[in-house]
């Protein structure tokens, strides 16, 4: 496409110029205080999927210049982008900052799944869930192949709310969204009834 499009010496430069092989001292940083991201995975045939992690600054963690990982959580059951990993261990993962910096950071490598238990014997220092009764029940750790910018360009910058509008952890139907796309009406046939 790069040549189609004659882009080829642009997307060089950019290789050049911003693609890193694991993350630099201020990558580090603005990964620390993220508060979300999405994370994009394929099964074995590869079917996509792309989801959105977050949770206090710093959920994220960075091990080491080639590594990061952060907690996986119950959920509801599903399991899709563990589950992908498990089948195909590349992961493309998007850090947006809408507030601060206004500006992203993919970061692209493979991933494993690791016991929650296991991770804290090989790492002390994750930090402790601040959510009273969350647990982690296992960690992705990512192995960074690449790191580089989202430029600003197109970013909206965004307000941020309260903690207080937040329901981190919580159970309730209502709080988690409840049917908001209709689609359990949908798969019972009560639509428009």
């Known amino acids: 496409m790069q040549e189609r ?3 080829v010496e642009r997307a ?4 050049r110029q911003q693609v890193l092989p694991a993350l630099n001292e201020q990558m ?17 045939l590869g079917h996509c999927d792309c989801t959105f992690r977050a949770g206090p600054p710093g959920f994220v963690t960075v091990l080491a210049p080639g590594r990061l990982a952060w907690p996986e959580y119950r959920g509801n059951g599903v ?8 089948e195909n261990p590349n992961v493309g993962l998007l850090f947006m900052d809408f507030c601060r910096d206004v500006i992203g950071l993919h ?3 493979h991933a494993t799944v690791a016991s929650d238990p296991q991770m804290r014997r090989d790492y002390p220092q994750l930090p402790a869930d601040q959510v009273p009764g969350r647990r982690a029940e296992r960690w992705v750790n990512v192995f960074v192949e690449e790191a580089y ?6 970013v909206p910058r965004l307000r941020k709310v309260t903690a207080e509008d937040r329901a981190w952890g919580t159970d309730d139907v209502h709080r988690k969204g409840g049917d908001f796309f209709g ?3 949908e798969q019972l046939g ?3 009834r």
């Open 79 to 86: 399991m899709a982008s563990v589950g992908n990993l498990v």
């Open 190 to 192: 009560t639509v428009g």
């Open 5 to 7: 499009a004659g882009t």
């Open 149 to 154: 910018i989202h430029c600003a360009k197109h």
């Open 183 to 185: 689609a359990a009406a």
């Open 12 to 15: 060089e430069r950019f290789y």
């Open 28 to 44: 580090a940083e603005f990964v620390g205080r993220q508060e979300m991201m999405f994370v994009s995975t394929a099964d074995a």
């Open 107 to 109: 970061v692209n490598g």
